[in-house]
């Protein structure tokens, strides 16, 4: 089986500029997680998302926006770029919600913003 | 805010050398995870754990979970060149609200 895949990438972005990116979940997956990492940090939690609806939102401003389709694939949005969006941005799926959940992340998409 | 701390920050050894590293919160989680993650890639899970008290073993890897599930630890034995890379722990309450430590960068020497 497939695993999650994110698409592109790596992308170069200028400030201001909006970006999109993709995730598609393991096969069977319902839920879909967002982060963003910067480089040496962990990971940051911005979206979840399950059944096509938000379960969860972290602290970011509300540039940040995301989706998630019926066959449970997932957007990522960024408006106005900034010098500091500029990131590994990671995508998570999991089966299911619950005490035993674990995610399973793609390859990540490399943003760069100049 | 739930946050996690991880310890040490940095860690290099030779190989066949034993190490532990913690994951620690002044909060309660439903289950925990730690995941390994090589430069530019997404993590791996390498384990979760879910009971207070839990230990797991893989090959040389020993996790275990606090009493308490406020804490946990993993510890590798004789490690190689192959376990280098960077260590995450992650809490969650009932699968949402993943948070991250900052993370254990391991460094194997040959």
């Known amino acids: 089986d497939a695993g999650v895949t994110q698409s592109p990438t790596h992308l170069i972005k200028t400030r201001g500029q909006h970006v999109t990116l993709r995730c598609s979940p393991i096969?069977?997956?319902?839920?879909v997680s967002w982060y963003q990492q910067v480089l040496g940090q962990g990971p940051q939690f911005i979206f979840q998302y399950y059944e096509k609806e938000e379960r969860g939102r972290g602290n970011f401003p509300d540039r940040f926006s995301a989706r998630q389709f019926p066959n449970y694939s997932s957007e990522l949005n960024v408006n106005a770029l900034l010098l500091g969006d500029s990131a590994l941005y990671l995508c998570?799926?999991?089966?299911?919600?619950?005490?035993?959940?674990?995610?399973?992340f793609g390859p990540g998409t490399r943003l760069t913003v100049l | 805010t739930q946050l996690l701390e991880q310890s040490p920050q940095f860690l290099s050894i030779q190989e066949g050398e034993n190490l532990t590293v913690y994951c620690n919160s002044s909060?309660?989680?439903?289950?925990l995870q730690w995941y390994r993650q090589e430069p530019g890639e997404g993590p791996v899970l390498l384990v979760t754990v879910v009971t207070g008290g839990e230990v797991k073993k893989l090959k040389r890897l020993t996790f275990q979970f606090g009493d308490a599930r406020k804490d946990s630890s993993l510890h590798i034995t004789a490690a190689q060149p192959g376990d280098t890379g960077l260590y995450l722990c992650a809490g969650s309450n009932y699968g949402q609200n993943f948070v991250f430590g900052p993370g254990t960068r391991l460094s194997v020497l040959p």
């Open positions: 909060s309660v989680f439903s289950s």
């Open positions: 998570a799926s999991s089966i299911q919600l619950g005490p035993r959940n674990e995610q399973f």
């Open positions: 096969s069977g997956h319902k839920s």
